[in-house]
C-alpha cells in the first residue's frame, strides 16, 4: 500500500503561482512513477503531468506544458507540482497518484491515489 497526501492548493488570482505537493508513505516510492491529473467542476478527471521513477523523463498534458514543471525528491518521497502563470481553466481539484510510466495519461496505470487538493483561480 502506498498513502498519497496532497497539499499546497488554495484559492489565488490568475497569473500567480502555486505549488503542489504530495506526500507518499508505506511502500517504496521510487518504486513508482507519479502523475498529476486534476478534475474541474461537471467534468472528468484528466491527465496532467507525470514523471518516471528516477525523475529523468517528464510528461505533460499540451494544456499546461509551459507552465507546471512536475519533480520529485525520492529522499524525502514526495512529488511536486509547480504552477506558474495560473489561468481560470486550471481551476480544478489536484491528484496525485503513484503507478506505471507506461501508459501515463490512463488512470487506470496508476495504483494509489490521493484524497485531492482544491486550486482555485480567479480571474
Known amino acids: 500500500q502506498v498513502q498519497l497526501v496532497e497539499s499546497g492548493g488554495g484559492v489565488v488570482h490568475a497569473g500567480v503561482s502555486l505549488r503542489l505537493s504530495c506526500a507518499a508513505s508505506g511502500r517504496t516510492f521510487s518504486n513508482y512513477g507519479m502523475g498529476w491529473f486534476r478534475q474541474a467542476p461537471g467534468k472528468g478527471r484528466e491527465f496532467v503531468a507525470h514523471i518516471n521513477l528516477s525523475g529523468r523523463s517528464t510528461y505533460y498534458a499540451d494544456s499546461v506544458k509551459g507552465r507546471f514543471t512536475i519533480s520529485r525528491d525520492n529522499a524525502k518521497n514526495t512529488v511536486y507540482l509547480q504552477m506558474n502563470s495560473l489561468e481560470p481553466e486550471d481551476t480544478a481539484v489536484y491528484y496525485c497518484?503513484?503507478?506505471?510510466?507506461?501508459?501515463?495519461?490512463?488512470?487506470?496505470?496508476?495504483?494509489?491515489w490521493g484524497q485531492g487538493t482544491q486550486v482555485t483561480v480567479s480571474s
Open positions: 497518484a503513484a503507478g506505471s510510466t507506461y501508459d501515463y495519461i490512463n488512470q487506470r496505470a496508476y495504483d494509489y
